[in-house]
């Protein structure tokens, strides 16, 4: 199994700002995965987060928007960039483990952009 | 590109009752498949995963089922109780790592 911590849980951000969500795995995972959830809505896959290298961004999402960062195998960074109210969303980090091929999610950040 | 139904879009039920939630997709090369429970407020919890190589798996009360030929997946709930009403997602798993979600069913289990 794997326990995913993120961080900020929660925060209420000024339009404009951009604002880092932090993504910690308690052990080495393969794949990790940046998903959104608008309000009401299902889940979106943002980007694979790769080691190393730059993400791979889905369809309707950019780098320029959504800077990701995977320094290692068990961190990884969403940043959220020059917010706007359509941006208030909970984002979720998201890995995939080699041992037994679940997916796992962390609690989430819910983010409100005011 | 990989689409995900669930049906229904939301159910309630009295205590006791037996229930069946219901998860189509188009594309039948899958990887695997997973249904979720997200309560309002809080992130996803995994239920169960099947491969794509199995036809069902058990947990509990729960069962679910694959029929990759048809493109269907049921997530059998017995003698549901209140502490069962969420939202429940079914997520499909492609090679690359990725999934794609249904919008879920909100199921409500009244007392």
């Known amino acids: 199994s794997a326990v995913i911590s993120q961080k900020p849980s929660r925060d209420i951000c000024q339009r404009g700002t951009s604002l880092t969500i932090q993504c910690q795995v308690d052990s080495q995972v393969t794949m990790m995965f940046w998903y959104r959830q608008q309000p009401g809505q299902s889940l979106t896959l943002i980007a694979t987060?790769?080691?190393?290298?730059?993400?791979?961004?889905e369809s309707g999402f950019v780098i320029d928007k959504f800077p990701i960062s995977r320094p290692n195998l068990t961190f990884s960074t969403l940043t959220v960039s020059n917010m706007s109210p359509e941006d208030s969303s909970i984002y979720l980090c998201?890995?995939?483990?080699?041992?037994?091929?679940?997916?796992?999610f962390g609690e989430g950040s819910w983010l409100t952009v005011v | 590109k990989q689409e995900v139904t669930q049906i229904p879009a939301a159910l309630s039920v009295p205590e006791g009752e037996n229930l069946v939630l219901n998860c189509s997709f188009t594309d039948s090369a899958i990887y695997n498949l997973q249904w979720f429970r997200q309560d309002p407020g809080k992130g996803l919890t995994s239920l169960l995963l099947?491969?794509?190589?199995?036809r069902e798996q058990t947990s509990g009360r729960l069962n679910a089922s694959l029929d990759k030929s048809s493109g269907r997946s049921t997530l059998y709930i017995a003698a549901s109780q209140p502490g069962d009403s969420a939202t429940y997602l079914c997520?499909?798993?492609?090679?690359?790592?990725?999934?794609?979600f249904g919008d879920g069913t909100t199921l409500t289990v009244k007392p």
């Open positions: 997520a499909v798993g492609g090679d690359a790592g990725k999934s794609t």
């Open positions: 987060a790769n080691q190393g290298s730059e993400a791979t961004y």
């Open positions: 998201s890995v995939r483990t080699a041992a037994d091929l679940t997916i796992y």
């Open positions: 099947i491969q794509s190589s199995q």
